[in-house]
């Protein structure tokens, strides 16, 4: 089975040949053996995750909150800084593809994606690391044997540019779109990647910096100011980013603090405000006037769907693609079609 995992700073978004999809904060922490486990009833949260690898018996199992249960536990997102030694990559990878596959030690034939920030300097290792992956996965009550076939690796933002042309199977379904010039903004969770694509004498190709590139700026920065701005109202006091996170998420923007709450509403919109002005600005000076050779400006990733109202002032060709948050996994999907019929 064919499926397309987007690992993203911020949430990891999955997408199988089947059109199911899943997503959670890119967030693991380890789980040991509580003995709290039990005491106060109430559902358990999204996901405790248990891997262990037939192949290596002598290797014990290990457990981890995944996603909303590590985020309400208290796991990081810090995988990205030394991977290598680390197993969250293969962790969210994990419980993506063992969410989705549906049969038992169907083989996969997986693709991913990866900032195009680390996307050079780890392509090939994540290749080799995944590929012939053999993990047995337990999520909640439901096990599942993963066997990993093969392995593609794509860059983030390309995914959107293939996903506004393509379906998932690789036929073009955008045919207004083909060899025309256009620009993807891809707005992460902390970084913003962008392709600038122009009609070469063979065909489209992505014009090098500073016309594609990725900007250190996402969701993040605006979640960042908001933490900011309400340390005058909190009389000083920090909050975690984690905690301004889970309030716009998951409580309507009311924030726990000092014994009442405190509505993030109106922080939010001003944050989301400037955060869109900064990248529009960042992306004009880079693109200068060669903007207007565009066709079309395509929106895609999580955040673009929340500055898209923004996006659209600002530019006047902005195509939004339907659910943006998923569009790189789409769009992984359809690429990996593409060369798997000899044609990507
Ligand atoms: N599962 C989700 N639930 C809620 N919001 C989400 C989800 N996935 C994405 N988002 C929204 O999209 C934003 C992040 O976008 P996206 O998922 O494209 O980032 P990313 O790919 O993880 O980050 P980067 O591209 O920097 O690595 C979040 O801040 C949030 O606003
Ligand atoms: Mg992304």
């Not at 990891?12 to 380890?30: D, H, L, M, N, Y």
């Not at 549906?102 to 920030?117: F, H, R, S, Y």
């Not at 293939?162 to 690789?170: K, P, Q, T």
């Not at 207007?292 to 060709?317: C, K, M, Q, R, Y």
């Amino acid at each position: 089975m064919r499926i397309s995992v987007d690992i993203g700073f911020g949430y990891t978004k999955a997408v199988s040949e089947a059109g199911q999809e899943v997503t959670f904060p890119s967030i693991v922490g380890r789980k040991f053996a509580s003995s709290l486990e039990g005491i106060l009833g109430g559902n358990q949260e999204d996901y405790i995750v248990t891997l262990s690898y037939p192949d290596k018996p002598e290797e014990d199992a290990q457990s981890y909150y995944v996603g909303d249960a590590a985020m309400t536990a208290g796991g990081n997102r810090t995988w990205e800084e030394e991977h290598a030694k680390n197993r969250n990559l293969e962790v969210l990878i994990s419980t993506a593809v063992g969410l989705l596959n549906e049969k038992d030690e169907e083989p996969i034939q997986l693709a991913v994606g990866l900032p195009m920030t680390v996307f050079k300097a780890q392509q090939k290792e994540i290749q080799r690391k995944l590929t012939g992956l053999h993990i047995t996965c337990v999520i909640g009550k439901k096990t599942k044997e993963l066997q990993v076939d093969t392995v593609f690796v794509f860059p983030q933002g390309a995914g959107v540019y293939y996903a506004a042309l393509h379906d998932i199977n690789g036929e073009i379904k955008n045919v207004d779109l083909l060899n025309k010039q256009v620009a993807v903004i891809d707005v992460g969770y902390r970084t913003t990647d962008f392709l600038f694509m122009v009609r070469g004498k063979k065909g489209l190709v992505a014009r090098p910096e500073p016309f594609s590139g990725s900007e250190d700026i996402g969701m993040n920065t605006a979640h960042m100011e908001i933490q900011t701005e309400i340390l005058k109202p909190l009389r000083g006091q920090q909050v975690d980013l984690l905690d301004i996170e889970k309030a716009l998420l998951w409580h309507n923007g009311m924030l726990s603090v000092k014994g009442g709450e405190l509505d993030l509403k109106p922080y939010r919109a001003r944050a989301y405000a400037n955060v869109s002005n900064e990248i529009t600005s960042r992306l004009k000076r880079r693109w200068g006037d060669d903007i207007n050779t565009l066709a079309s400006i395509i929106s895609g990733g999580g955040g673009g769907d929340a500055l898209h109202s923004h996006f659209e002032n600002s530019f006047p060709v902005l195509t939004k693609i339907e659910k943006p948050e998923y569009a790189n996994a789409r769009g992984y999907l359809a690429a990996q079609a593409l060369v798997m019929k000899g044609r990507g």
